[in-house]
Each structure stands twice: as C-alpha cells, then as structure tokens.
C-alpha cells in the first residue's frame, strides 16, 4: 500500500482512510488520536479520542469533562487495532503525556511524531526513535540557525541574575503546560529551593505535574494579597508570557523580563520582546536533534510539517532521503 | 571567551543604567587578568584589532555549508553576524578541546597578518561556543554596539574600587589594555599608578541648575557670571609637545579638530566651549557644529566652512603651575592674560557679564545678545577649580525651553518598572495644505510626566490603538480625535534623517493638554521658523 493511502492531509486533519481516524484533528470528528495536550493539537468536541492517560487528563483540565464523546487510553508500546490498522503510541519528550503515533497497515509503516524533543527533561518520557518507512516530523526550528543549547546552563544564567539583581523580581514567561512545569523543575534540580510564585493560568496543569509524581516544590499564587509587595523582591515568578505584558505584571518591583522558548536564540526576537534575560528553553527539537532524528528512524521519506518545511526538505535532498512538505493547517507553536 | 561573550549578550538587552552596572561591575570583579582589561578595552573602544570585511566572513561560511540553508537562515535573522555564529559547523572534537580566553582570542587576531586574518577567524571560530563566536565576530567586525559608552564604564571601575569617577578619567589616557595596574589599585592591591603619559584630562568641574528659591539665598557680589554658550565643552591640554582635545567625560576628540590642535601651540589646560565659526566674526549655531561631529576624518572643505574655535572659560594649568586651587578670580585674570597671546582666530575668552541684582541678570538671560547663547553661569569668585558637580561654587540658569503642543501617534512600552507601561510616546505636528492636513512624526520623548499621568496616557493609549507593532502601539490621531502633549525641548537641529527636517534636543512632556482638540496642535511651519532664527 502507498503511504499516501494510509495517511494524507485533509482540512480537518491528518486522515487515516483504511483505519477511518485522524491525527490531531483541528476541526471536530468522529475518531481522533491525539498526541499531546497543547490546544492547536488537542481540541474538544471530538465524537471518541485516543491519547495517552494523561494527555486525556489533560484534555479534561482544559476543556471540562464533556470535551469529548468517549475517550480511550493508550498505554505506550502496546498496539491498539483500528479498522484493521494498527496504531501504537510512543513517547515523544515534547510535554507530559505527549506521544508519537505508529500507523501499520499491511506492511506499511508511518510515525506520526507530533511534537517532540531530544533533550532530557525530568517532566515527561524521553523520546524512543521508531523506525518506520516514512517519519513525519515537526519543523518548528527547521533551520539550522536553532541549536538549544544545554537547559541546565540557561537555567544557571537565570539563577546568576537573581543573585546579580536581588532587589528586583525575574518575571519567567513560559507557557502553561510543559514548559512551565519543566523550568520548575530545572530550577529545583539546580538547588533553588525558594518557593516560586506562579500566575493563576499555571495553577491546575502543575497541580497535576505534581500528582504524576513530577515534583515541583513549593508553589504560591503571584497575587499582592497573598504576599506584601516587597516580598516579590528577588522572587522567581512564572507566568504565561502574554500576562508580562500586561497590567497583571504591575505588582512586582522593577521586574526582569525572561522569557523561556527557543524563539529567544535570536537577538532580535527578543529584543522586539522587550525581553531582558531570554532563556533558549525549548520544548522542540532543534535542527540538529531534527536531522539526527531523521537518519535514526531509518525512514525511506520524510513529511514535514508545521514549521520551516523548506529548510529541512532541502536537508533531505542533499542528504539523499525522499522528503516533502506536508501542508497541514491550523498549527501554531503554542508549545514554544 | 564565554564570559566576555554572556556579557555582551546581557548589556544589549538591558536597558537600565543601574542595570548594566551592576553587570559591568560584576564581570570586572569575578574575572581576572588580562581578560577583564581586554573586555573593558573591546568596550571602550581601545582595542585594535585588523579588521575582517563582512564579505570575507560571508565567504568563509559559504566554504561550510550549503548556500541555500544559508540563504534560509541569513533570511531568517537578519543579521550577518549573529546568523554566521548560529549556522557555523561545529565538529563535537573540537569543542572537546580547550575552549579560548579573550586574551588568546584577542592575540591570535592581533598577531595574524592581513593574507591569513580569515584563516586564523575561521579556527577561532571552530573552537567557540555559539555566543562567543557571534563576540569574536563583533570584536573583528568592529562596533559592539551594546549601548555602554566608555563613561559608564569606568563608571563601572569607579564602583568597583569605590573611587570618584574622576580619579580615573584623569587617569585613563595613560593607561593602556589590559590595565592589570588600574585593576590592581582598584581591587586594594597596589598603588594607585602615576601619571606618566603627557597632556593627560583633568576631570572638569560641572554646575548645578539654579532651583526654586535658589537665587534669594545667594548675594549676587559673591558671583560672577558669564554666558553659556550652546557648543561642547572642551578641555584643551598642551603638554611636551603633546595635544589633545578631551570632551567633558573624558573622551579624545582631538582627531575631529585637527584645525583647532594646530593652533594649541603652547603649554597649559583650558577649559572652554568648542564651537564653529569666526570668534571675531559670527559664531556658528549648534547646527553647524554638528557638521563637524562625529567624523571620522575631517575634510579641509568642512574645516574651511566650519573652522572650529574655543571660547575659553577658565585655566587649570599654566607650563608646571597646577591652578586648580586657585580662587576664580584669580584664574580668571591669569586666563584673560593668556589668551592674549594665543591665535585670536582660534581662541577668545568667554566674556562676563555685568550685573548688580537678580533682576537685571534675570533681564539678560530672557533676551541674550546672541542665539547660540542657552543661558547664563554663575561662578563664585571664590570657587577653586573642583572635580565633579560640587553644590554651591557654580550654578547655571537656563534659557526657559521652548514648547510645542504635538499630537500623540506612536506609544511604546518601556522597561524595567515601565514594561507594563506604554512610556515612550512619538509625537507629531500638522503638515501639509488647509483640508488634508497630515501629522508628521517630530521627537520621541519618555519622561517629563508624573506615574499618576503615565498610568493616564498608558489607559488612553490601550484604549485608542489603531494597529500593534510588535511593542509599540500605533494611537489614533487624526483632526477629529487625539491626544496633545506640550513638549518642552532645548533646540533644534536640521535633520536629513527624520522625514520632518528637525530633530529636537533633549525632548520631553511637559504637560498633557487633555484639553486641546487635536486639530489645534502645531504646525510644522512653526518649528522651522524656529530653524531659521
């Protein structure tokens, strides 16, 4: 069977004819598989879902209860029979929960990799390469001007200004699920062990890191009531980036503006950003975890997606592997 | 070489002073010789080093990688120098190896001849991290551009070493990279050094704006006054042979006025105001100044239209005689004689004024006799020659500015305290024909306003946003609706950059005029009548 019969891009999503199901669905359908909790890939109103445990607890964090029909656990490496196809999730390092999926259906291979990174992280399963004939890979940081360097050195910068400027307050804008959890984290690893004070947004998704075992140390609610306002001096706060910009951010004293994503390795971005301390935290894989990825899987071709497709097609060709776009639509990087 | 690189990537996205001295003082304190006096050179601007051209680092990328990834990327960021770090091949065996120090970067690209300059970068850069390759690239590329001027550094030093800034002004042109003896005083471990090289700056004593109510407490007999001329201040050191011309923070401008250091034949330490024209004649505007600033070499052409001068206001040094603690009266006498005997066509002495109370100064400041004139000095005639901005000895009473009322176009948020804040207002004033009037955009100004009125306009400006550019909002304003700032400013200039013809000096809100239709602000026409005069 061709590749493009098992998988091919439709409006609503990835669509899987033979096992009648789609990935990552962006409009409502009656099967969807989902792999990780981020809104562009999870949304609600699906007729069933199949994600992992914790990506459906996720889904029901976000969206209430109802956000789907019926819903389905995957447990990762176990394979589930759809129609005749057979789908196995596996993990993909992006964010808690988040899985790739493998599609085989009469010999016929394809890994459907949603999002995913390569470097460590203690808040989610590494990635497992899967070899399969065709890899479908994100692109979000397809150039090679992306190289993540180490978290743990970003993290000792942001731990060297809060030593450097103890008077004022180091505002950490990182996204509510995944990458704020993991810069918690990062910053417990690393020995500080202040409490960190956390924007309302943030408060269930690490509620439930913390009751998956992924310890977060002690969290306090960022508000003026709960703590005077000179507290937030030399205070570690994490929020959602869009709140720093906002009136929300009036309460801390002289803050630093941080920001956690791998869009901070360029200067510009983060200076248009107003950012003062960017940290080059990434939950994608970056270009060379992208095209190491790649000659792992053994893949005979590669779809690329949501990202800069063109950079990592023409990787491909130059290193002799079939590749082409994979226009899907509807995918930002909520994630980063 | 990281250290130095982590630097430069903080100072360029800090944007407060205190900020960026805390991090200068930092640096200079944790790392150790010569790579701190290297960094601090590479800062202000003392380190040479062969250049390499933009091409040539182009082409040694080029030799790397594949031309179209390049392409994508350098599309992507924009920047030559910040793609070529990010893109750079880096084998793992090579960051194994001994990661370099600023000192070894900056002896390798000293010591490489022009033929193998592009060699010894590329090995450089093969053995530098990200960040330190985009510093090595700024080191040969020339200009770090990180917003920290040479004063703010030794601001920095000044800190470190709890010393008065002026102590190492007066000391810094006979010092030379990397400093290890200025590090060492500072840090309490030596002496502090000699002074050995010639014509060496002697930090210039500044004044203080004359307040409210300042001028009932001081007896006019115990001043003199003299006009404040709208030029630089200078300080002219001649010295063995030795000439050099020192803005007031210390820097060499001697190289832009090679017209004026010929002149300077002769032993002693003026202090006075630069300023273009014919001191017997007409004395140039600012304007025509500035036709002389920031060049790098100057043209015989520019220096016959603007020959430059110094009005000369007071004496530190005669020959070996050190006059600095000498009364003003008394310095003034000893310049007045001097200047006699210097190149009329290249110096005059700044002239006094005569008054007998506040009121007829106050008269005379109004309405000085001449327009490059901003304002008048105070000076007791007892003052000795002090370092820094001692209160009391000397005052200066400013021309009142000039405003205009402007409408608001542009807001942008601040930083630090402000980033919540839309703080930075551009503002503009009416051109164009009656019926399609159009704003055009004037000046920029961020202070001059209390955070009561901030948290005013910064409402207005959410609430009236026409379109967002990233962190600058554009507001509406048109005839019918806008909000009119009256902005104080101290002059003008012409300008060829900005789309009005006039860049405004030392802008800021003076007050928000909520009450104004927008249609009443000014025109333009009434700041070129201004140019003009």
Partial sequence: ?336 | MNRFAELLDRLVLTPSRNGKLTLLRDYFRSVEDPDRGLALAAITGDLTIAAVKPAMLRALVMERMDPVLFGYSYDYVGDLAETVSLVWPQSPADIANHEPTLAEVVAKLQAASRSDGPKVLARLLDSASISARFAIIKLVTGGLRIGVSARLAKQALADLGKVDVAEIEELWHGLTPPYAELFAWLEGKAEKPKKTALALFRPVMLSNPIGDGDLEKLDPADYAAEWKWDGIRVQAVSEGGVRRLYSRTGDDVSGAFPDLAEAMDFSATLDGELLVGDPLQATGTFSDLQQRLNRKSVTPKIQQQYPAFMRCYDVLQIGDEDLRTLPFSERRGRLQSFVQTLDPSRFDLSPLIEFTDWQALEELRRKPLHPVIEGVMLKRWDSPYLTGRPKGPWFKWKRDPHTIDAVLMYAQRGHGKRSSFYSDYTFGVWSGPEGSEELVPVGKAYFGFTDEELRQVDKYVRDNTVERFGPVRSVRADRRQGLVLEVAFEGLNRSTRHKSGVAMRFPRISRLRWDKPAAEADRIETLQALLDT
């Fill in chain 1, 1 to 336: 069977m061709r590749a493009s019969d098992l998988l091919h891009p439709r409006p609503e999503g990835l669509y899987c004819p033979p096992g009648d199901f789609f990935i990552d669905p962006v409009r409502p359908v009656n099967r969807a598989l989902i792999t990780h909790g981020h809104s562009d890939h999870a949304r609600s109103g699906h007729r069933s879902v199949l994600a992992t445990q914790q990506t459906l607890d996720i889904m029901g964090l976000r969206y209430g209860e109802g956000f789907a029909g019926t819903t389905q656990a995957a447990a990762l490496g176990e394979a589930i029979a759809l129609n005749g196809v057979s789908v196995t999730f596996h993990p993909a390092g992006h964010v808690l929960g988040s899985a790739q999926i493998e599609v085989v259906h009469q010999g016929s291979c394809i890994v459907a990799s949603g999002d995913y990174k390569r470097q460590r992280d203690a808040t989610c399963e590494p990635f497992e390469p899967v070899k399969c004939d065709v890899f479908i890979t994100e692109a979000t940081f397809g150039l090679p001007v992306f190289r993540h360097p180490p978290d743990t050195e970003e993290i000792a910068r942001l731990l060297k200004s809060t030593a450097q400027f103890p008077e004022r307050a180091h505002l950490v804008g990182a996204y509510a699920l995944g990458k704020a959890q993991r810069v918690m984290r990062l910053l417990r690893d690393a020995g500080h062990d202040s409490p960190i004070y956390i924007h309302g947004a943030l408060a269930r998704l690490s509620d439930y890191y913390q009751s998956q075992g992924i310890e977060l140390g002690t969290l306090e609610p960022a508000t003026v009531e709960s703590s005077g306002r000179q507290d937030f001096a030399g205070a570690i706060v994490v929020g959602p980036p869009s709140a720093f910009a906002d009136r929300w951010a009036r309460r801390f004293p002289d803050p630093i503006s941080c920001f956690a994503s791998g869009w901070m390795r360029i200067r510009q971005r983060a200076k248009q950003g107003g950012v003062e301390l960017p940290l080059i935290i990434s939950d994608h894989a970056d270009w060379d975890e992208l095209t190491a990825t790649i000659k792992e899987t053994g893949a005979e071709e590669i779809w690329v997606t949501h990202g800069r497709e063109e950079a990592l097609v023409r990787w491909c060709e130059l290193e002799g592997i079939a590749a082409r776009p994979l226009h899907l639509v509807g995918y930002e990087d909520e994630g980063d």
